[in-house]
T-cell receptor, first 115, second 116 residues
Framework: AQSVTQPDIHITVSEGASLELRCNYS??????LFWYVQSPGQGLQLLLK??????LVQGIKGFEAEFKRSQSSFNLRKPSVHWSDAAEYFC?????????????FGAGTRLAVHP | NAGVTQTPKFQVLKTGQSMTLQCAQD?????MSWYRQDPGMGLRLIHY???????DQGEVPNGYNVSRSTTEDFPLRLLSAAPSQTSVYFC???????????????FGDGTRLSIL
């Protein structure tokens, strides 16, 4: 079965510290992988996506993610966190169901940033 | 740029009442979908549509109906609201290219629904 696991429900970091949010997926074929961010009271905004090619992908707001097929992982990283990065982050895998577009989401990781 | 517009933003219903959540997009996207977001469960797909007149069930379809009469609109209907349907509902849309799952979805800001 297709699934996405985000092991960390809450993470707290200090402003300026580095960040890594973990994501593991289960999918039989080559995955299409996404990271979305949700600020309080808002919808989801796409941070970055992986389809093929270079396994290190760059996104908006200084985020990057690395696809590791051997570990079935797609971890999100940022070298220096800003207070405005406090939000909830969702990893998702794009799956084909009857040939149509479907996103399977992880449960999310809520990031708090201390000044 | 409007993108995906959901109305209303907030709603409180009594058990047994019916209501329709509205979703409209102005990007000419073929694919539209409804998700519900519950704490600790991420987003779960309720229904989706790949074009006008075509809809299908997602992961958690029970208690919800949808229709797609135009490309732009994809309303979600609760026929008889239950407390278990208290949630935040998101509509999303994306283009379709040969039906593959590699097109990022654009999300609305959500509808916060409480069933008493």
């Amino acid at each position: 079965a297709q699934s996405v696991t985000q092991p960390d429900i809450h993470i707290t970091v200090s402003e300026g510290a580095s960040l890594e949010l973990r994501c593991n997926y289960s999918y039989g074929a080559t995955p299409y992988l996404f990271w979305y961010v949700q600020s309080p009271g808002q919808g989801l905004q796409l941070l970055l996506k992986y389809f093929s090619g270079d396994t290190l992908v760059q996104g908006i707001k200084g985020f990057e993610a690395e696809f590791k097929r051997s570990q079935s992982s797609f971890n999100l990283r940022k070298p220096s966190v800003h207070w405005s990065d406090a939000a909830e982050y969702f990893c998702a895998v794009g799956a084909n169901s009857g040939g149509y577009n479907k996103l399977i989401f992880g449960a999310g990781t809520r990031l708090a940033v201390h000044p | 740029n409007a993108g995906v517009t959901q109305t209303p933003k907030f709603q409180v219903l009594k058990t047994g009442q019916s209501m329709t959540l509205q979703c409209a997009q102005d990007m000419n996207h073929e694919y539209m979908s409804w998700y519900r977001q519950d704490p600790g469960m991420g987003l779960r797909l309720i229904h989706y549509s790949v074009g006008a007149g075509i809809t299908d069930q997602g992961e958690v379809p029970n208690g919800y109906n949808v229709s797609r009469s135009t490309t732009e609109d994809f309303p979600l209907r609760l026929l008889s609201a239950a407390p278990s349907q208290t949630s935040v509902y998101f509509c999303a849309s994306s283009s379709l290219r040969q039906g593959v799952s590699n097109q990022p979805q654009h999300f609305g800001d959500g509808t916060r629904l409480s069933i008493l």
